[in-house]
């Protein structure tokens, strides 16, 4: 249920941090609002470094003339799906692992790594099988990517694990296995979460209100389809240790129950099947 606030605000805070809320008009329903200030600010504690990548291109559209200023241009984007003159389209599970980067940044993307086409059927792949953890293998291979003392920010979807078909939603049990099957050592980790306790009931770049929260608030708290966002958002931060870390794919998958829809995984598959066909057919008469 949708709780109306006595007043909105204009700003956040995250572990003890104001932030202005997002409010650029752009694919901005859910947790952009929090999660794009989050990545400036990350990126402008970065951006005296050379070597900067973000995963995923999302940032760019959300920036504007104070981006020269902070230096946030200057960096590697890659994406695997979207055609840009900006972006190169790499799989982030392809990149050097002799390259090592200062500082990364994901917004929203991880989760998608291994997974189903989206509903849209213009990024992904239309696939039978996906891998449920290659969201974590993305972000070990990220940890992997990072120079000594080098930091990355992270943000997925959190709360019931949930494997819906062109994402997972992260979980608590689910972030552990960074660690116990991955490998990533614990004092890398820092792990701070934010819950969406209300919104405008409007599609279009709506007021919110976001707070921090405990994992046991979150633990029955489900993506939110309608809008194709998150109610709640785990925020990743890793920062690489002097000891050496050995990347290794070859575990096996450990058993957590995802709760799922054959229904939705399969209308999304149909769904993007159909549209990127109906594409092809537009673009080559």
């Known amino acids: 249920m949708i709780r109306k606030p ?12 104001p932030y202005f809320y997002n409010r650029i008009p752009f694919n901005n329903r859910a947790e952009r609002a929090v999660e794009i200030p989050l990545a400036f600010e990350f990126l ?22 104070l981006s020269d200023a902070y230096g946030l241009h200057s960096r590697l984007i890659i994406d695997k799906f979207e055609v840009d003159l900006a972006v190169e389209n790499l799989d982030i599970m392809h990149l050097d692992p002799q390259k090592k980067y200062h500082a990364i940044v994901s917004v929203s993307t991880v989760e998608h790594v291994g997974q189903h086409c989206d509903p849209s059927g213009v990024f992904g792949e239309q696939k039978q099988i996906s891998d449920r953890e290659a969201p974590l293998k993305a972000i070990a291979k990220v940890y992997d990517l990072l120079e000594v003392g080098g930091r990355a920010l992270i943000t997925v979807p959190f709360g019931k694990l949930i494997d819906g078909g062109w994402y997972i939603q992260f979980s608590s049990d689910y972030l552990q296995l960074l660690t116990t099957s991955y490998r990533i050592p614990q004092e890398a980790i820092s792990i701070g979460l ?4 209300t919104s405008e009931p409007v599609w279009n770049n709506p007021r919110q209100i976001w707070v921090e929260a405990m ?15 998150a109610r709640a958002i785990a925020v990743i931060e890793l920062t690489k240790q002097n000891e050496p870390y050995l990347l290794d794919f070859d575990v096996p998958p450990t058993p957590l129950s ?20 109906v594409s092809s057919l537009v673009l080559h008469r």
């Open 6 to 17: 006595a007043a909105w605000r204009r700003k956040f805070t995250f572990q003890g941090r």
């Open 44 to 65: 402008k504690r970065s951006s005296m470094q050379a070597n900067i990548l973000e995963i995923g291109n999302t940032l760019q559209y959300y920036e504007n003339m």
């Open 258 to 277: 995802y709760e799922s829809s054959q229904l939705s995984k399969g209308l999304f598959l149909t769904v993007g099947t159909i549209r990127k066909t």
């Open 215 to 229: 994992p046991e608030e979150l633990a029955e708290v489900r993506y939110d389809d309608m809008l194709s966002g």
């Open 194 to 197: 934010l819950r969406r306790i």
